[in-house]
């Protein structure tokens, strides 16, 4: 088990650049597989992006791709969430999450091992 705290949401302007982080307690945080979900008011928790054990392998969802990168240092147990050209559409709470493995292809909310408490990110008009 990790447990994961996030940081970094607030309100940016359309087009504008934010950068979550996702720090993790426990020394076997090179073990999990990490994501980013994020869940807007009355949807689903959706993801957009993953990234394997290593670094090596990332998945993102056709919203995010070409936008979003996500990457991780293993070092400082920590994931990054870099989301540029927000939108409107990409305003939710965002949540940092882990599962035991070395992938984590195409990731759904019910499969995560462990989950962050969420940042806030609003993108205005």
């Known amino acids: 088990q990790v447990q994961l705290v996030e940081s970094g949401g607030g309100l940016v302007q359309a087009g504008g650049s934010l950068r979550l982080s996702c720090a993790a307690s426990g020394r076997t945080f090179s073990t999990y597989a990490m994501a980013w979900f994020r869940q807007a008011p009355g949807k689903e928790r959706d993801v957009v992006a993953a990234?394997?054990?290593?670094?090596?392998?990332?998945y993102y969802p056709g919203s995010v791709a070409g936008r979003f990168t996500i990457s991780r240092d293993n070092f400082k147990n920590t994931v990054y969430l870099q989301m540029n050209s927000l939108r409107p559409e990409d305003t939710a709470v965002y949540y940092c999450a882990a599962r035991q493995g070395t992938l984590w292809p195409n990731p759904k909310a019910n499969e995560a091992d462990d989950w962050g408490q969420g940042t806030q990110v609003t993108v205005s008009s």
């Open positions: 990234i394997s054990w290593s670094g090596t392998n990332k």
